[in-house]
């Protein structure tokens, strides 16, 4: 990238049009040499969509050293649900990036498995504790690093807490949500659609939105099928808010993100109506996953 460039991009992530925010956080994604530059505007930004943007290029800059900083943006329950994900997918990627390293985070046991860590959420869950949840999704994770398929065992501890009322009623389970996004390669095509229901049906089940948000991309992303279609297009009709607004994004990353034409075109169709929403926050989420996938708004 020229000079010119990653000042442009500087300019353009901070800027008022979405679109160019994210275009920019991919260039600068690139350019680990805007760390500095990149934690200035971070500190002095309070949009919604220009601090995801700067947290997307910093979780591709590799930089163990934004680690505690990660941690106290997804703990910051006054930062918007799409900022705390784009903290915990860069904290997931911190741990792969010492894939094969013997080092373990301050704090993290050893020697637990996965589904002995998920029996420790549930009882954690139901005790409705507000301090060790953080801890046990790092443990989680780090005891997923030592399988290439996700531990029987384990998913059957991981679907029980889908099923269980009290897991949605606390405010912090939705990082394990995300990291089942995170470690999809590991699940067999039986345990993601064992998954597929239990997410439809608890996508506004949990008492902190940012769990819609991470469904919404999950089944946009990680399923991205018809079926994941016709969830998100229902969901959109029937959810409670605020979870239904989270329902537009998840519809941007599967038309993002599909090389099916036909889907594509029936997820915009769906991203038109929610234009026309009588919610607020759902016609403005539709605005911003259409002009992310290159359309431009309809003006009446």
Not at 17 to 39: G, H, M, N, Q, Y
Not at 205 to 212: C, D, H, L, T, W
Not at 266 to 295: M, N, P, Q
Request: proline content about 5%; aromatic content about 8%; glycine content about 8%.
């Amino acid at each position: 990238m020229t000079e010119e460039q990653r000042e442009a991009a500087l300019r353009d992530i901070r800027g008022p049009d979405p679109v160019a925010i994210v275009e920019a956080a991919k260039l600068l994604s690139a350019d680990s040499s805007t760390t500095a530059r990149l934690l200035e505007l971070l500190a002095s930004e309070e949009r919604v969509e220009v601090r995801q943007g700067i947290l997307y290029a910093l979780t591709w800059h590799g930089d163990v050293s934004l680690w505690d900083l990660m941690i106290r943006i997804l703990s910051d329950q006054k930062e918007h649900p799409k900022v705390r994900g784009q903290a915990a997918e860069c904290i997931s990627y911190m741990f792969d990036k010492k894939e094969g390293s013997s080092q373990r985070p301050h704090g993290i046991p050893k020697d637990r498995e996965p589904a002995d860590v998920l029996d420790a959420v549930r009882a954690e869950v139901h005790a409705r504790s507000e301090g060790k949840l953080f801890n046990l999704l790092m443990e989680f994770v780090f005891g997923l690093r030592g399988y290439d398929e996700f531990p029987e065992d384990a998913f059957e501890r991981f679907t029980s807490l889908l099923a269980d009322p009290a897991f949605w009623k606390h405010e912090d389970i939705w990082p394990f949500l995300r990291e089942i996004g995170d470690r999809w390669t590991l699940l067999s095509s039986s345990q993601r659609e064992q998954l597929r229901p239990l997410l439809i049906a608890n996508f506004d089940k949990g008492s902190n939105p940012v769990g819609a948000f991470v469904i919404g991309e999950l089944l946009g992303g990680r399923y991205g099928d018809e079926a994941a279609l016709d969830a998100l297009s229902s969901l959109a009709g029937v959810a409670s808010m605020p979870a239904r607004a989270f329902v537009p994004h998840g519809l941007g990353v599967l038309a993002r993100e599909t090389r099916n034409g036909k889907l594509r075109k029936r997820a915009v169709l769906v991203l038109r109506h929610l234009e026309k929403s009588e919610i607020e926050e759902v016609r403005s989420e539709a605005g911003l996953a259409l002009r992310k996938i290159g359309i431009p708004e309809v003006h009446e």
